[in-house]
């Protein structure tokens, strides 16, 4: 699956996020249909074609009966307010999917909670006068629509920064970064420039939290489409723009230093170790794993085992206290060595079935075809999953000789 980076030099918001996912090929149409299953006022959707010094892009607005609420990250409005929990009933009494319905209620909550910290109220009291605004909710559900849209792994966000000055909201005039935004960012870097207005606006900073799996440099991949969405803003020099990479991770057989940490559990539920495991993959893990061992009193016990890269160390010691019962870790630095990777398509008797392959140098050294084709493709034909298998990679070695690389293959992230 590919993997999108949002490059936000010039900051990032909701009407950003969703232009630049619009430029990356998620279709107006689509985004119209799955808007149309919210019982929302009348709206509508623009989507332009424009230019910000020298950048091509889509400039994304929302234009409804009662005005718009947040442009973009330079500029705002005032529309009706709606309660927290009316949009929670909103979007889950909607027809959306589950990841888009998940999602979207997240990004609210981060910015619910946000203001409910500020402003030192329940958050069930909460209401959002600007982020509850339709446009915003535009924004924020349509965003999670085109990421799903994308069938995006993972999002790697550049490192964030904000203009100064001051901003103007609902209660008055704050210093920029706004409170929200900086509540929400909380844990994330972020620095200023010299541009003296907002560039982050709270549903920006609470899409960049929600959905963030690293904060830093682009990763090494490979492009497969470039998206630009458009503020509305003149910040010259610098384009008012959020650019978003859709791409292949490129993994090489080079060796790089990875962090083992490990804990030894003996009071922790097999289900609570299971969940343990998925989510500290979500946060960065490069691999989880469990190791029976006999621990004091002959009690039978468990070995948690993590790796992860050093800028992840922190967060992943942090996960694991809070996920588990264990008092201590113990951690070290060690080397590893992974094959250059890429994915190829094969043609076989049952279908075309995507297959790993693993180069050392020039030479094949593995092959495996993909789980998900195979099981689709045993489903289909009643085949069993052990022989779809077999097919596959008796067709691979039938139809490609070992070492020489194919110009249709494709890099596997």
């Known amino acids: 699956m590919p993997i999108l980076y949002l490059?936000?030099?010039?900051?990032?918001?909701?009407?950003m996020m969703v232009g630049a996912l619009a430029d990356l090929g998620v279709s107006p149409s689509a985004f119209e249909w799955e808007l149309g299953k919210l019982e929302i006022e009348d709206y509508h959707l623009h989507f332009a074609r424009q230019e910000r010094r020298g950048i091509a892009g889509v400039k994304f607005d929302v234009h409804t009966d009662s005005s718009a609420c947040e442009s973009d990250s330079h500029s705002h409005s005032h529309s009706h307010s709606r309660s927290n929990s009316e949009i929670r009933?909103?979007?889950e009494q909607s027809g959306l999917s589950k990841l888009v319905k998940t999602r979207s209620l997240a990004i609210f909550h981060r910015i619910a909670k946000a203001e409910a910290r500020i402003h030192a109220v329940p958050i069930?009291?909460?209401?959002?006068?600007?982020?509850?605004?339709?446009?915003?909710?535009?924004?924020?559900?349509?965003?999670?629509?085109?990421?799903?849209?994308?069938?995006?792994?993972?999002?790697?966000?550049?490192?964030?920064?904000?203009?100064?000055?001051s901003t103007h909201c609902a209660h008055g005039?704050?210093?920029?970064?706004?409170?929200?935004?900086?509540?929400?960012?909380?844990?994330?870097?972020?620095?200023?420039?010299?541009?003296?207005?907002?560039?982050?606006?709270p549903t920006g900073a609470a899409i960049v939290a929600e959905f963030q799996h690293q904060i830093g440099p682009m990763p090494?991949?490979?492009?497969?489409?470039?998206?630009?969405?458009?503020?509305?803003?003149?910040?010259?020099?610098?384009?008012?723009?959020?650019r978003a990479i859709l791409g292949e991770l490129e993994q090489t057989a080079e060796t790089e230093t990875v962090v083992e940490i490990q804990a030894n559990i003996d009071d922790l539920s097999a289900e609570i170790l299971a969940a343990s495991q998925e989510h500290l993959l979500q946060a960065g893990a490069l691999d989880v794993f469990f190791t029976p061992v006999q621990m004091k009193k002959n009690r039978p016990g468990t070995l948690l085992t993590v790796l992860c890269d050093r800028d992840h160390l922190d967060k992943i010691q942090q996960l694991i206290f809070h996920e588990t019962t264990t008092f201590g870790l113990r951690f070290r630095e060690a080397s590893?060595?992974?094959l250059d990777r890429e994915l190829r398509s094969v043609d076989t008797e049952l279908g075309s079935i995507r297959v790993k392959i693993g180069r050392l140098g020039d030479q094949i050294v593995q092959v495996s075809p993909e789980y998900e084709d195979c099981r689709s493709i045993a489903r289909?034909?009643?085949?069993?999953?052990?022989?779809?298998?077999e097919i596959a990679t008796a067709s691979f070695w039938k139809q490609n000789t070992p070492g020489q690389k194919s110009s249709t293959s494709q890099p596997k992230n």
């Open 124 to 165: 069930d009291r909460v209401h959002f006068d600007e982020v509850g605004a339709v446009d915003s909710i535009v924004d924020i559900v349509l965003t999670c629509v085109g990421i799903e849209a994308l069938r995006v792994s993972h999002i790697y966000v550049s490192s964030l920064v904000d203009g100064n000055g």
């Open 89 to 91: 009933e909103l979007i």
């Open 220 to 242: 090494p991949l490979r492009a497969i489409r470039v998206g630009y969405g458009l503020g509305t803003r003149d910040i010259s020099p610098r384009p008012n723009v959020l």
């Open 336 to 338: 590893r060595k992974v």
């Open 7 to 15: 490059d936000c030099f010039s900051g990032i918001s909701g009407d």
């Open 380 to 389: 289909k034909t009643a085949t069993p999953l052990k022989r779809v298998y």
């Open 173 to 201: 005039e704050y210093p920029v970064p706004a409170p929200a935004t900086l509540e929400i960012l909380k844990g994330i870097p972020v620095r200023q420039i010299a541009v003296p207005f907002e560039l982050i606006t």
